[in-house]
C-alpha cells in the first residue's frame, strides 16, 4: 500500500477501560496522585493501540466513582515503550476535575476529552495513558472510546 494514497478505515470499534489504580495497583478506580509532569510515575494506561496496524482514539470518559475533591487528569501519549523514561512519553492535554459529591437522587456527570483534532491517530502499540494531580477519595473510572486499523 503506498502511503498517503489508499483511505484506511476501522476495521473493528473498541473500548478500553481499566479497573485498578494506575497500572499494577490496587482493584477500583483511578484514585492516587501523581506529581510527576512527564508521564513517569504511576501512571494508567487507558487505550494501547493495535500492535500491527495501530488504532484510533474519538474521547475518553473520566466518570466519578463518588466523591471527589477537585483535580486535574493529565492525558499523555507513550510511543509504545516504557513510562519510566521521559522521552517515552508526551504530555498532550490536561482537564479540570471539578469536585463531586455523590447523590442518591442526581447523576454524577462524566468528563469527556475529546481530541484536539477530533480523532487522536496511534502507531502501532502506542498508548495514552492518564494520572491524576491530586488523590481523590471515590476515584474516576476511565473508559477510551475508539477501533483498530
Known amino acids: ?7 484506511i478505515y476501522v476495521a473493528a470499534p473498541r473500548q478500553s477501560w481499566s479497573q485498578v489504580d494506575g497500572d499494577g495497583g490496587a482493584a477500583g ?3 492516587t496522585q501523581n ?11 487507558v487505550f494501547t ?23 486535574v487528569l493529565r492525558i499523555f501519549l507513550n510511543n509504545g515503550s516504557t513510562n ?3 522521552g517515552n512519553n508526551s504530555l498532550i492535554d490536561e482537564m479540570t476535575l471539578n469536585a463531586t459529591t455523590a447523590s442518591a437522587v442526581a447523576a454524577l456527570q462524566p468528563y469527556v476529552w475529546t481530541p484536539p483534532s477530533g480523532i ?3 502507531p502501532a502499540s502506542y498508548k495514552v495513558m492518564v ?3 491530586t488523590t481523590v477519595a471515590a ?6 472510546f475508539g477501533g483498530d486499523f
Open 131 to 133: 494520572t491524576l494531580g
Open 84 to 86: 519510566a523514561t521521559l
Open 1 to 7: 500500500m503506498a502511503a498517503g494514497t489508499t483511505p
Open 35 to 45: 506529581t510527576a509532569l512527564d508521564g513517569t510515575g504511576t501512571v494508567l494506561t
Open 139 to 144: 476515584g474516576y473510572v476511565m473508559t477510551a
Open 120 to 122: 487522536l491517530r496511534l
Open 49 to 71: 493501540a493495535n500492535a500491527t496496524n495501530g488504532s484510533i482514539v474519538t474521547h475518553l470518559t473520566a466518570r466519578p466513582a463518588g466523591t471527589n475533591i477537585a483535580t
Open 29 to 31: 478506580p483511578l484514585k
